[in-house]
């Protein structure tokens, strides 16, 4: 094998992939996420769901405003369905209001 003709990047990917193993079996965390998801990172959904939803939004402390915001937004809706469904009452059949 000639040194000289190795592409780089594949030599940096299967090193990557070589400290990635070897921290796989020296880290007992990293070694059980890979026994129970098959993944040293752990499950992939998992981790989606943390980049999807900030940290802070799953805090306890933020929690009460979380709560009045989601009441808030319940509250604009059924006023927004309620004057959509009501706007028929007060309009003539040619959409005069009276």
Same mark, same amino acid.
């Given at each position: 094998?000639?040194?000289?003709?190795?592409? +780089? %990047?594949?030599?940096?990917?299967?090193? *990557?992939?070589?400290?990635?193993?070897? =921290?796989?079996?020296? $880290? +007992? %965390?990293?070694?059980?996420?890979?026994? *129970?998801?098959?993944?040293?990172?752990? =499950?992939?959904?998992? $981790?989606?769901?943390?980049?999807?939803?900030?940290?802070?939004?799953?805090?306890?402390?933020?929690?009460?405003?979380?709560?009045?915001?989601?009441?808030?937004?319940?509250?604009?809706?059924?006023?927004?369905?309620?004057?959509?469904?009501?706007?028929?009452?007060?309009?003539?059949?040619?959409?005069?209001?009276?």
């Amino acid at each position: 094998m000639d040194f000289d003709k190795v592409d +780089e %990047e594949k030599a940096r990917r299967r090193y *990557r992939r070589l400290v990635l193993a070897y =921290s796989t079996l020296t $880290n +007992e %965390e990293m070694f059980q996420n890979w026994i *129970r998801y098959g993944d040293p990172e752990g =499950s992939q959904a998992i $981790n989606a769901i943390q980049l999807a939803v900030p940290v802070w939004i799953l805090d306890p402390a933020f929690r009460p405003k979380l709560m009045a915001g989601a009441i808030g937004c319940v509250f604009v809706l059924v006023l927004t369905i309620y004057s959509y469904v009501n706007k028929n009452k007060y309009n003539c059949s040619n959409g005069i209001f009276l």
